[in-house]
């Protein structure tokens, strides 16, 4: 066994002990990482309680477990009988939802982006992480950011683009 193996097992079973994770798996084989790899990438499955809502958010390591309840308990409340995929990067603070709720009308959307951007607020997390806030989540900046914060976006957008030419009127 190598040191960065070694490594990883102590820092594994630290977090177990401290309860910061329930399980892990550390591949043993090529063979194995592919299967772990396989079960990562196959999110499609979620897609057969179609129609399904697609999110990535980012905060910190140390409230993920608490948000993700927050977010199932926010769906309970609102849907009956919702699902909700969650896959992530444990090393940067990602969390990705597959929600499934029964249907996707503008009201159930609005449910379902309640229930996974509200809980941020009380956490300082981002409505998003690495496919960026775009229209869809513009609704949703001021739950992450206060007025200070967004004026200093908007300030280095007129910066960075004084005509207003690149994607004119979108976010700012």
Not at 53 to 81: H, I, K
Not at 101 to 112: K, L, N
């Given at each position: 066994m190598g040191a960065a193996q070694e490594q990883l097992e102590a820092i594994l079973e630290q977090a177990l002990e401290a309860e910061l994770i329930v399980d892990a798996v550390v591949s043993q084989s090529s063979q194995q990482t592919d299967q772990l790899w396989g079960l990562r990438d196959d999110v499609a499955q979620a897609f057969q309680f179609a129609p399904v809502f697609l999110f990535d958010v980012s905060l910190r390591l140390s409230e993920m477990a608490r948000y993700v309840d927050a977010?199932?308990?926010?769906?309970?409340a609102r849907f009956d009988a919702p699902k909700n995929f969650v896959l992530g990067h444990v090393g940067d603070g990602n969390l990705h939802f597959a929600i499934a709720v029964g249907g996707d009308s503008r009201a159930q959307r609005e449910g379902v982006?309640?229930?996974?951007?509200?809980?941020?607020?009380?956490?300082?997390?981002?409505?998003?992480?690495?496919?960026?806030?775009?229209?869809?989540?513009?609704?949703y900046l001021h739950f992450v950011r206060d007025d200070a914060e967004i004026q200093l976006m908007r300030t280095i957008k007129a910066?960075?683009?004084?005509?207003?030419?690149?994607?004119?009127?979108?976010i700012f």
């Amino acid at each position: 066994m190598g040191a960065a193996q070694e490594q990883l097992e102590a820092i594994l079973e630290q977090a177990l002990e401290a309860e910061l994770i329930v399980d892990a798996v550390v591949s043993q084989s090529s063979q194995q990482t592919d299967q772990l790899w396989g079960l990562r990438d196959d999110v499609a499955q979620a897609f057969q309680f179609a129609p399904v809502f697609l999110f990535d958010v980012s905060l910190r390591l140390s409230e993920m477990a608490r948000y993700v309840d927050a977010v199932n308990a926010g769906l309970a409340a609102r849907f009956d009988a919702p699902k909700n995929f969650v896959l992530g990067h444990v090393g940067d603070g990602n969390l990705h939802f597959a929600i499934a709720v029964g249907g996707d009308s503008r009201a159930q959307r609005e449910g379902v982006e309640a229930a996974v951007y509200e809980p941020l607020k009380a956490i300082q997390g981002s409505v998003s992480a690495e496919h960026g806030v775009g229209l869809e989540k513009k609704p949703y900046l001021h739950f992450v950011r206060d007025d200070a914060e967004i004026q200093l976006m908007r300030t280095i957008k007129a910066a960075m683009d004084p005509r207003g030419i690149l994607n004119p009127g979108k976010i700012f």
